[in-house]
């Protein structure tokens, strides 16, 4: 079984410019999030989507923003990029259903390797 | 917001056992997980404690307190590939999704 897939794994980019990176899911997972990981903050949540909407949202600014489409894919955009945007950005997929009773409730997350950005 | 404890680094030899604390605010709480992240790779889940006590896997268990806010990870048998940064994570009360608080990570290295 495929995992979570994230293109592209490595990108470099300059302040003020724009970025979208992709996640495809693990295939029947149907909620996606995305993380960003930095050495000084760690692993800080970004967003959730399932189901094409989004259902929680982490302490980022507005530039900060993603969709979802109706095959459980999934991009990030990170508009006017600033320096401390470099990071690691990692999408994880689960089985997080609208039943909270179900198993999904333990959130496994299975995590993509990742997108590389930094901002020069 | 919930504030997330853990040793920053550890060290340990092969085949001995180590304990990775974890504490964080009781006021927020709904299930305490355990990652694994290789250097340069995806953290993987290890465990997920929700109830008070061990769950143990094979070499690796998972403890949990709720009323002290404290859990920790033990691994066993400590082997060579153990080397990795074990990431402790909170889900926020009234959430069944997937937005975890992590900790910072404990970096351990296992010698031989």
């Known amino acids: 079984k495929a995992g979570v897939t994230q293109t592209p794994r490595y990108l470099i980019k300059t302040r003020g410019q724009q970025v979208t990176l992709s996640c495809s899911p693990i295939?029947?997972?149907?909620?996606v999030s995305w993380y960003q990981q930095t050495p000084g903050q760690g692993l800080q949540f970004l967003f959730e989507?399932?189901?094409?909407?989004?259902?929680n949202k982490g302490n980022f600014p507005g530039r900060f923003s993603g969709r979802q489409f109706s095959n459980s894919r999934s991009e990030m955009n990170v508009s006017t990029l600033e320096l401390g945007d470099s990071a690691l950005y990692l999408c994880?997929?689960?089985?997080?259903?609208?039943?909270?009773?179900?198993?999904?409730?333990?959130?496994?997350?299975?995590f993509g390797e990742g997108s590389r950005l930094t901002v020069l | 917001g919930q504030n997330i404890d853990q040793p920053t680094e550890m060290t340990a030899t092969e085949g001995a056992i180590v304990q990775i604390n974890c504490t964080y605010q009781?006021?927020?709480?709904?299930?305490l997980f355990w990652y694994q992240q290789h250097a340069g790779e995806a953290p993987t889940f290890l465990s997920y404690?929700?109830?008070?006590g061990l769950e143990e896997k094979g070499r690796f268990s998972s403890f949990l307190s709720r009323s002290k806010g404290y859990s920790y990870l033990l691994l066993k048998e400590l082997q060579m590939k153990d080397s990795a940064s074990y990431l402790c994570?909170?889900?926020?009360?009234?959430?069944?999704?997937?937005?975890?608080?992590f900790g910072k990570g404990t970096t351990l290295s296992v010698s031989s």
């Open positions: 009781t006021s927020g709480f709904n299930g």
């Open positions: 404690n929700v109830l008070d």
């Open positions: 989507y399932f189901s094409e909407t989004q259902r």
């Open positions: 994880a997929s689960s089985l997080r259903e609208d039943n909270p009773f179900s198993f999904a409730r333990t959130g496994e997350l299975f």
């Open positions: 994570a909170v889900r926020p009360p009234n959430q069944a999704g997937t937005a975890l608080i």
């Open positions: 295939s029947g997972h149907r909620s």
